[in-house]
């Protein structure tokens, strides 16, 4: 039997590890897909409590079934133009990597789209877009059917200070 690790190099073990199913979602014209993994479950909108003093991109907090969840507006933390809500406006619930815990927390998407599986070789490497860019929240981009989807790390789509800040308000 022969050993993954010496039959592939990093990049292919790479490709290999982002490779499985996403669930995909809009935010304007652009197409993402976060990890399945990662989504806990998908909910309407639903009444947010904003809590004072935090960034402009942190909608608030929500009570889903008890359970006091932040919700981030992912159009504002991409620093896109804010639009109003639409009845396809939903909130995916994910879990992300806190200091010590497993952290839920809400982005607020423009519409969810499908399940897609995504093989490894269908999956490109982030293009470089300059030193003033930060991109290592984006795992890779999906060729799909002539477009491309934007696959995030939502464990990396927020920096730790914030984080921290969430797990605060949480």
Sequence with gaps: MTDISQATGPAEEQIIEREGKYLTFTLGNEEYGISILKIKEIIGLMPITKVPQTPDYIKGVINLRGKVIPVVGLRKRFAMEALDYTE??????????????????????????????????????????GAGLKTEYILGMAKIEGGVKILLDIDRVLSTSEIELIEDIA
Excluded: A, M
């Design 88 to 129: 396809r406006t939903c909130i995916i619930v994910v879990e992300t990597h806190g200091q010590d815990r497993v952290l839920p927390i809400g982005i607020i998407v423009d519409s969810v789209s499908e399940v897609l599986n995504i093989k490894g070789d269908d999956i490109e490497e982030t293009p470089t877009f």
